[in-house]
């Protein structure tokens, strides 16, 4: 019989952050900041990459409903300009500055804070947090549903790709629909495989 799932650490008005879409060849970074009450179900919280889509969708629902949270969302554009990493700690920031309350602690996600943090509290960078800390998987869950929501979407309105099944992540299709259709508008530039896609339309075209 296996055993009960672990119940993650769980400090009530402490901050969760992490974001998802870091590796994907094309889409947003998403982040999120996410605060648990006391007395919040830890039950089925974890690392959302160990959940089921349809596990992380019903576990968003009742953080969404139940804790504070805020998210934000970094377009390719900026995320070309900046380059991933500086996407990503941008968007954590924007995140936990944009959550309508005050830290006791921060958790962050990996091994790195975001720079420029001005707050009266601990910030502390937890690696695999997402699996340690019920607030920092809770930011998982939230940062990405709303990320694959995105790429679905942007599946319809690029269609061929497979953005709703691959959401963005290198595959085999993935590769392979680069080669016949190239890069469309939201891949990412300054990533390798979308470079030598758009070389090879380039001499394509030639």
């Known amino acids: 019989m296996a055993e009960p799932a672990r119940k993650l650490k769980h400090f009530p008005g402490a901050i969760g952050l992490d974001e998802a879409g870091r590796g994907p060849l094309a889409g947003p970074v998403v982040a999120a900041a996410v605060a648990l009450p006391k007395g919040f179900d830890r039950d089925g919280i974890r690392d959302s990459k160990k959940l089921t889509p349809k596990q992380r969708e019903k576990l968003a ?4 409903a139940e804790a ?22 941008m968007a954590m920031r924007r995140s936990l500055n944009s959550l309508p309350v005050e830290a006791t602690k921060v958790f962050v996600d990996g ?22 800390l019920a607030c920092v998987a809770a930011a998982s869950i939230i940062a990405k549903t709303t990320r694959d ?9 690029y269609p061929g790709y497979g953005f709703e099944s691959h959401y ?17 508008a939201i891949h990412r530039r300054t990533f390798a495989p979308v470079q ?11």
Do not use: T
């Open 111 to 132: 091994n790195r804070i975001p720079p420029d943090m001005k707050l009266g509290c601990e910030i502390e960078a937890v690696v695999g947090g997402d699996d340690r």
């Open 68 to 89: 504070a949270w805020a998210l934000c969302v970094v377009e390719v554009e900026e995320l070309d300009r900046l380059n991933i990493f500086w996407a990503s700690m």
């Open 196 to 206: 030598e896609a758009l070389q090879g339309c380039l001499a394509f075209a030639d």
């Open 168 to 184: 963005g992540y290198s595959c085999p299709l993935h590769f392979k629909m680069l080669r016949e259709l190239g890069p469309c």
């Open 149 to 157: 929501r995105m790429m679905r979407r942007y599946g319809e309105i």
């Open 61 to 64: 629902e009742r953080i969404k």
